[in-house]
């Protein structure tokens, strides 16, 4: 039985966000990348046209598993409530578990960086809180509920609560949790806004 060679693209991304990881505030550069791979320069722009591209692999990473668990929370919840408190759970989860790609979904490792990237995170996080917004438009429709404040300030709410767990997690060097407290939280926010 032979043993499945990596995939060296998935292995490049997999160190990159590791190296994003363990050196928080510093820039990753093409060259300390391959060194750390074991690798020439050269070879990284085999699999990679540039480092952006890589930036782009993980955020990529991101949108598939963020918005795929997202779909799935949407397919398999029918209650507004819980929905809004599993998308969060889902983004919250996902940074916790991927620190060095939070770095680049709160745009600390995308500093010198091409433009393209800061607008891709933009626009992911614009589809979580579209996602949220259309969970609460829903529960008016069908439960005939209305919220104290309309839809869309109720997602964007909710998206500066975890934008802000986010950020706390970066500063805090990957020690203080996102998903830290979140129950507690959610049953305040849950009871006072929704």
């Known amino acids: 039985m032979t043993e499945k060679k990596p995939n060296r693209k998935e292995q490049i991304l997999s160190t990159l966000a590791q190296m994003l990881e ?3 505030g510093q820039r990753i550069t093409t060259k ?3 060194a ?3 690798v020439s320069e050269a070879a990284l722009y085999r699999h990679f ?3 952006a591209r890589m930036f782009e692999g993980l955020i990529e990473f991101t949108e598939e598993a963020v918005l795929g668990n997202i779909n799935k929370v949407l397919e398999a919840e029918k209650d507004t409530l819980r929905r809004c408190q599993m998308i969060l759970v889902v983004v919250l989860t996902f940074v916790e578990r991927n620190p060095g790609i939070t770095r680049i979904l709160t745009g600390d490792a995308l500093m010198g960086e091409h ?3 800061r607008s891709r995170v933009q626009n992911l996080f614009g589809k979580i809180e ?12 069908r439960e005939n509920v209305q919220t104290r404040l309309d839809e869309g300030v109720l ?3 909710l998206m500066a609560y975890a934008d802000g767990k986010i950020a706390q997690f970066v500063r805090s060097e990957f020690k203080q949790a996102p ?3 979140f129950d507690a939280q959610w049953q305040t926010i849950a009871h006072q806004l929704l």
Do not use: D, H, I, V
Not at 132 to 137: H, I, N, T, V, Y
């Open 22 to 24: 363990t050196s928080p």
């Open 179 to 181: 998903t830290q407290e």
């Open 155 to 157: 997602a964007n709410l």
């Open 36 to 38: 750390e791979l074991g």
């Open 115 to 117: 433009e393209r990237l």
């Open 49 to 51: 046209p540039s480092k």
């Open 130 to 141: 579209a996602n949220l917004k259309q969970a609460l438009r829903e529960r008016r429709l």
């Open 32 to 34: 300390s990348l391959a």
